[in-house]
């Protein structure tokens, strides 16, 4: 029997971490204290989801279509290939045709310079942080 794990690529939910421009970003505050006579401690958390790692579901960019809450979970599990695009800016379709991919690939996850602007979470948002072209993403 093939033993599997799970690999979470998250990255940590906390204040101060880069966010997108005019994003309100993270704030967790107190709302119970054990020290202040409360029977347990309890934390606010108010954020806006445009924030950390995050799945953008198709209504963030096209009027009617599926919410990220209509995704089935199952998408997002399973075997991927992970490939290493280090110094590609932009990815574009070209860029990936020429991956070769093998066949029967469900789930592809591109390693870009983008995870070496998060090694320092405080600093600012990063203006210019690796995408996909829209030919790409189709």
């Known amino acids: 029997m093939e033993r599997r794990s799970i690999i979470d690529i998250s990255l940590p939910l906390e204040e101060g971490v880069p966010v997108w421009p005019g994003s309100t970003g ?3 505050s107190w709302t119970l ?13 108010d954020m806006d989801i ?4 995050h799945v953008e579901g198709p209504l963030h960019s096209f009027p009617g279509a599926a919410s990220v ?14 490939v290493d ?5 932009i990815i574009t379709a070209g860029d990936l045709e020429k991956l070769n991919l ?7 996850l591109l390693r870009t310079k983008n995870s070496e602007f998060w090694r320092n979470l405080r600093q600012a948002f990063w203006e210019d942080f ?4 829209a030919d790409a993403a189709q």
């Open 26 to 28: 993270i704030n967790l």
């Open 50 to 53: 445009h924030i950390g790692t």
């Open 85 to 89: 695009l280090p110094s590609i800016n």
């Open 102 to 108: 093998p066949e029967g690939v469900e789930r592809l």
């Open 69 to 82: 809450d209509e995704i089935p979970l199952e998408i997002f599990m399973g075997r991927a290939l992970v």
């Open 130 to 133: 690796v995408g996909l072209a």
């Open 33 to 45: 204290r054990l020290e202040r006579g409360a029977l347990s401690n309890l934390t606010r958390l």
